[in-house]
């Protein structure tokens, strides 16, 4: 179990990813593997356990490595360097983990989220967003769609749910109707659901379906 578990709570903890994938690395046994967890700082720096009491900060930048250790020399604290590596794109300083605060401080170590797992999906990056085929609603049908938009909004206020719930037992429901899966169909051509309603010629059923639901 990785050292550095014991800082859950005072410091945002993170591990690595498999980038392809999108998720933790595991080991041969398919558990999380924990040997690489690191304290999140700001600028992409790390803190992580380099074994024993020993810690590395991990400063992703030569100049801002140089410079931390200058004012640790001008503060008169160059005895918590244990030993410096350096590479043409980074800085490495060992350190006691007594030493801790002190280079949290130094790095920005991050606090929001500190309770949160290393292994949660909130540290995974977030997907892009789906880019979606343009489509420009063509002028014959634009006051039809305004209409549906306008219908859209007054049935979501009736409904009482969230904005996306609401969508989504629009999209349901509506696809019954229609005897289609307008959210799946969508999907494989790439457009957003209510551009697709448009292009299936479909606006004056959405039109006559949420004017019966509003009246219920």
């Known amino acids: 179990m990785s050292y550095l578990l014991k800082y859950k709570g005072t410091y945002r903890l993170k591990a690595p990813i498999d ?4 998720e ?11 040997h690489d967890i690191y304290i999140d700082c700001k600028g992409g720096n790390q803190i992580y356990h380099y074994g024993g009491k ?7 930048s030569t100049i801002r490595g140089k ?9 008169g604290m160059e005895d918590v360097i244990l030993k410096v590596w350096e590479t043409d794109a980074e800085t490495l300083i060992f350190f006691h983990v007594k030493d801790i605060e002190l280079f949290a401080k ?6 929001s989220g500190a309770k949160i797992s290393p292994f949660s999906v909130k540290n995974l990056p977030k997907p892009d967003k789906p880019k979606y085929n343009k489509y420009e609603i063509p ?3 634009k006051e039809q769609y305004d209409k549906m938009l306008e219908l859209i909004k007054q049935y ?5 749910l969230a904005i996306g719930k609401a969508y989504e037992r629009f999209y349901a429901d509506f696809s019954k109707v229609v005897k289609m899966d307008l959210v799946k169909e969508s999907k494989d051509k790439n457009y957003k659901v209510l551009h697709m309603i448009c292009r299936l010629n479909l606006l004056n059923d ?11």
């Open 19 to 22: 980038l392809r994938k999108n």
């Open 24 to 34: 933790f690395l595991r080991d041969e046994k398919g558990n999380y593997y924990d």
């Open 54 to 60: 020993e810690l590395i900060a991990l400063v992703n």
């Open 67 to 75: 410079n931390i250790i200058k004012k640790l020399k001008e503060d």
């Open 106 to 111: 130094l790095l920005g170590a991050r606090t």
């Open 139 to 141: 002028v014959e049908h």
């Open 156 to 160: 979501i206020k009736k409904s009482g």
């Open 206 to 216: 959405a039109i006559k379906w949420l004017n019966k639901n509003l009246k219920m």
